[in-house]
């Protein structure tokens, strides 16, 4: 944020207020697209500020000279929009719309001539580093900058000035900007077409400032606007289309959007003006040529990508043979891989040409592709000059016609050149491994004629690092074949231990699965009620979110199967399901929990470690249990982290617990006041046949070796009883009334045998309301910081 401090900054804003106020100040009615389009005007300029801003380290490939001119273009492209807010024929405004065109075109002409050179032999001409082309169009639109001005400043005097005069002045400068822009542009792609990156931006801003010139001049023909304004806008957007192009950090991105932006101009402006044309012929299908425009414009969209395919270089055949190349380079078989690329390589060379070439610098040796595919190796070496040159060039590449363009200043090249020639090379690329070069790698010519873009280049660099690193892999095979023998019989044997242990681990894995979904089918086969249903939903997905879970369980209730329903829903279903009672004195013993062979802990880690009745467990316990599952240690000592999930039963609340002193604050910072109420069998009137009917299955098998039903008359005596003991209570009644059943169902006359039905079983109601309580409490899970 630094830039939007600097003094150009507030100039430029200062500039741009005033301009906007002078807009916003000629309107008779402010509406409120005005203030919108000046707002996005200041942050449009802020943006390009930011944007602008030279890194803090390394090397900046841009010059600050463009760097500052790419900010002068935007801050009057920013004037010029402003301007043309506010009510047209003001001269305060035509003054500061003509200096802010002059401002963003001299600007552009200005980083033309400031793109920075690239490193190695080839440096731009003194020539196209000058700001002739800036300086003839300050000459150009001083006119066009005085005449509006002299009405500001001398009204009076100033009378005989036609209007008219002052939007011609404007037409004139902007289309002389435009040409000189063109003709910068095309200077700088010629003189300066060997440099890497450097033809790239200059012929991205000759072809959009053309195309830019090429849609305004029909546009001002069909009288889109006025022809001053049109050719003013594509002044703009040829300026700003050129600071695209000098400022950006990567070249070839420029090249790549240069041809999307030529493919979607070409087919997107004759739409745009053929719809322009047809509407002022037939005003009243405006709404019908807008929908068909706007469907052309879609199709164009769609069609862009396809349309900029052959426009790039070469109808990129050699960038994608090197791609395949380098993809062949890929190989694990050196000798393959090498044969591979070179043969890709030469495959887009027509005819009889010469073949693609690796020169090794040791051995001194020339790796050579037939057209059969077949590797040749003959005696020989590339000069060492070329190396250290190569070293120096960017993307370490050497081309013939830069040595070409210099073997008349540096006569040290000829050599050079005249060896690249007889052996028809267009490039040659340092082949580099880690210990340094190795050699180097030539591609030919072909019939090619145009130089390399730094696309070319810098796929061929990758190439190149390819095949270093194949030649750096071919020697180190042969040194490791030798270990590869000897510990092949070793890898073997261990390949046999790894499958049995997998197999072990497999088998161990379905066990515990197995193990835990025995657990959970007493609760599958009889949840229907919606209370139930929504419990057992809730477990599954407390579960899959792998956090502890506290089930506020009511007298009377298994809370295993609930458990074990949400550790099947986890990512641990087949890992160990642990479960510990809490009423257990084995459990007491602080040692047993610390014991690494009989601790809990350790045998549930990576699993899932349920504790029933947590509160009967002694403090020193839970604390232990609290600090393991903090800190992650085992009491093994390992140096593997614990991974245990924690489910708790509980009969009232943590928050309960804990003010009651039944459970330690450290076990219940852990597991946060979220609960889950297990529903009681009052509220699951809808299960309550299907439970009936399974455990009298169970009893009259066990006891008669048939199962054993029910009657409709026993069952509504069964219905209407509000359980207070739930589970236990119901399988104890049916467990009697089994005893002294004498047929195949149960009936009303067995229960009043065992005293049921006979009088109202005493309830604890304030048990009942206590639980109900509890349950409602816990009905919106309120989460809990758990403490680290």
């Known amino acids: 944020m630094l830039a939007l401090r600097s003094r150009s900054f507030f100039a430029a804003a200062v500039a741009l207020g005033y301009v906007a106020f002078a807009a916003l100040q000629s309107r008779e009615r402010i509406a409120d697209p005005a203030w919108i389009i000046l707002a996005l005007l200041f942050v449009a300029i802020a943006i390009v500020w930011i944007k602008s801003t030279p890194p803090t380290h390394g090397i900046d490939p841009i010059e600050p000279t463009v760097r500052s001119a790419a900010r002068i273009t935007a801050a009057g492209t920013a004037m010029l929009i402003a301007s043309w807010v506010g009510e047209p024929g003001v001269a305060v ?65 100033t009378t005989r000035i036609d209007p008219i005069t002052i939007d011609y002045a404007n037409l004139a400068a902007s289309t002389g900007t435009i040409g000189l822009i063109i003709a910068m542009s095309f200077r700088v792609r010629t003189l300066r077409r060997l440099e890497l990156g450097v033809a790239d931006r200059a012929a991205a801003a000759l072809s959009l400032s053309v195309v830019a010139l090429a849609v305004a001049i029909p546009a001002s023909l069909l009288r889109v606007a006025a022809p001053d304004r049109v050719m003013a806008a594509a002044a703009i957007v040829a300026a700003a289309c050129v600071q695209f192009a ?11 959007t240069m041809r999307t932006a030529l493919g979607i101009v070409l087919l997107g402006a004759p739409v745009a003006l053929a719809g322009v044309a047809l509407s002022l012929r037939v005003p009243q299908s405006t709404g019908l040529l807008i929908l068909i425009v706007g469907g052309a414009s879609i199709g164009v969209g769609l069609a862009a990508p396809m349309l900029a395919r052959p426009l790039a270089p070469a109808r990129s055949r050699w960038i994608n043979a090197i791609q395949r190349a380098n993809e062949a380079a890929l190989h694990p078989d050196p000798d393959i891989a090498l ?84 052996r028809g090379l267009v490039s040659v690329s340092l082949v580099r491994d880690e210990d340094g070069p190795v050699g180097l790698l030539g591609i030919p010519r072909g019939k090619r004629r145009t130089p390399m873009n730094l696309e070319e280049v810098r796929a061929i660099r990758v190439l190149a690092d390819r095949i270093g690193a194949v030649l750096g892999v071919s020697s180190a095979l042969a040194r490791s074949r030798k270990r590869e023998l000897e510990i092949q019989l070793t890898a073997e044997q261990r390949n046999d231990q790894i499958e049995k242990l997998q197999f072990l681990i497999a088998a161990e894995d379905g066990r515990s699965s197995a193990s835990v979904q025995r657990l959970a ?30 089930l506020l369980t009511p007298p009377g209730t298994n809370p295993i199967p609930w458990a074990a329903e949400a550790h099947l829903a986890s990512a641990r279903s087949a890992r160990p399901f642990v479960i510990v009672y809490g009423t257990n004195s084995k459990d007491h013993e602080l040692e047993s929990w610390r014991n690494p062979d009989t601790s809990p802990l350790s045998q549930a880690d990576t699993g899932t470690l349920m504790i029933v009745d947590t509160p009967a467990l002694p403090k020193s316990v839970q604390d232990y249990i609290a600090a393991s599952l903090a800190e992650r240690i085992a009491p093994s000592g390992s140096a593997t982290a614990l991974d245990v999930t924690l489910m708790v039963s509980v009969h009232a609340t943590i928050d309960t617990l804990a003010a009651a002193g039944r459970i330690t604050t450290a076990i219940a910072d852990w597991l946060g006041d979220r609960a889950l109420p297990i529903p009681s069998l009052a509220s699951r009137p809808e299960d309550l046949r299907a439970m009936v009917l399974d455990q009298l299955a169970h009893h009259g098998i066990r006891l008669r070796g048939i199962p054993l039903g029910i009657d409709d008359r026993a069952l509504v005596v069964l219905m209407e009883h509000k359980w207070p003991g739930n589970d236990v209570e119901l399988d104890d009644v049916l467990l009697r009334a089994a005893l002294v059943a004498e047929g195949k169902t149960v009936t009303r006359e067995d229960l009043l045998t065992i005293g049921y039905g006979t009088r109202p079983i005493a309830h604890t109601e304030p048990q009942i309301d206590e639980w109900e309580r509890h349950a409602s409490e816990c009905a919106i899970p309120k989460p809990r910081r758990r403490k680290k």
């Open 93 to 157: 405004l035509n003054t500061t719309g003509s200096v802010g065109i002059a401002l963003a075109t001299i600007g552009s002409l200005v980083s033309l001539a400031r793109i920075a050179p690239s490193s190695g032999l080839m440096q731009p001409p003194p020539s196209t580093r000058r700001f002739i082309a800036a300086a003839l169009a300050s000459t150009l639109w001083s006119i066009a900058i005085v005449l509006p001005l002299a009405r500001v400043l001398a009204p009076e005097s």
């Open 246 to 256: 000098c400022i950006s950090l990567e070249p070839s991105s420029v090249a790549r």
């Open 339 to 422: 044969r591979d690329a070179l043969s890709t390589v030469q495959a887009l060379l027509p005819g009889d040409s010469a073949s693609p070439a690796v020169f090794q610098a040791s051995p001194p040796q020339i790796l050579l592709i037939d057209r059969a595919g077949y590797v040749h190796v003959h005696k020989g070496e590339a000069p060492t000059l070329l190396h250290e040159i190569a070293e120096n060039e960017p993307e370490r590449a050497v081309r013939t016609e830069v040595l070409h363009a210099l073997e008349v200043r540096r006569p040290d090249l000829r050599p050079l050149a005249q060896w690249m020639d007889a």
């Open 521 to 550: 089918s007493p609760l599958r086969a009889k949840t229907y009620s919606p209370a139930a249903t929504i419990a057992l939903q809730e477990a599954k997905r407390l579960g899959c979110l792998g956090i502890p879970l506290t």
